[in-house]
């Protein structure tokens, strides 16, 4: 948005004050110099002139300083949006972060061999690799991450929910035995992701 865009040059509201202003300050003069005597209209009209001037000055700057708040708050709202969309891009972004790798191959490969596997052969290969461990951890965190950001209105929740809702619903079904092994305040912020995720 352009200072030449919000300025008064361009600001129809302002010329019309101007209008209104001058036309009152004509119209009281020409009152001014209708009713008053011969010898007294002159000081009468500077009078009233400078009455009128001070009045139309505080007319204006109060215009002026209202639409430098509303062009303030706007530019705000613009800054706002265009900063939750980079947070959004960049958490889409994040899914694809090298700490995660293990934990989506493992993924890929539950789905693939679900029919065959248990959840204690579930649990028994993500508990039986640190490694794989961290790498499920940090993607939990990841999509903790997510809700929290949801919640606190920082990012697009439908360009996440397009790009990351099925995809982290169905990787939360494929460790849920592994999941319901942590404790309880976590699975409840794993539900509410989940909740948010298929609305």
Do not use: C
């Amino acid at each position: 948005m352009s200072s030449l865009t919000n300025s008064p040059i361009k600001d129809r509201v302002f010329w019309l004050l101007i209008a209104v202003v001058g036309t009152m300050i004509i119209g009281g003069q020409a009152s001014v110099w209708f009713s008053q005597p011969e010898g007294q209209r002159l000081i009468r009209m500077v009078e009233t002139g400078a009455a009128m001037l001070a009045a139309a000055g505080v007319i204006l700057a109060t215009y002026i300083s209202y639409r430098q708040s509303k062009d303030l708050l706007n530019r705000t709202e613009i800054d706002r949006r265009r900063d939750k969309l980079e947070e959004t891009f960049r958490l889409i972004e994040k899914w694809d972060d090298p700490h995660f790798l293990r934990a989506r191959k493992l993924s890929v490969a539950l789905g693939k061999e679900s029919s065959k596997l248990s959840p204690e052969n579930v649990i028994s290969k993500v508990e039986n690799d640190p490694e794989l461990r961290s790498s499920v951890s940090l993607m939990l965190n990841y999509f903790d991450f997510i809700r929290l950001s949801i919640k606190h209105d920082r990012i697009d929740v439908g360009i996440i929910k397009t790009q990351l809702g099925r995809v982290s619903i169905i990787t939360l079904d494929r460790f849920d035995a592994w999941i319901k092994n942590l404790e309880s305040a976590y699975q409840q912020d794993i539900t509410e992701f989940r909740k948010i995720m298929m609305q």
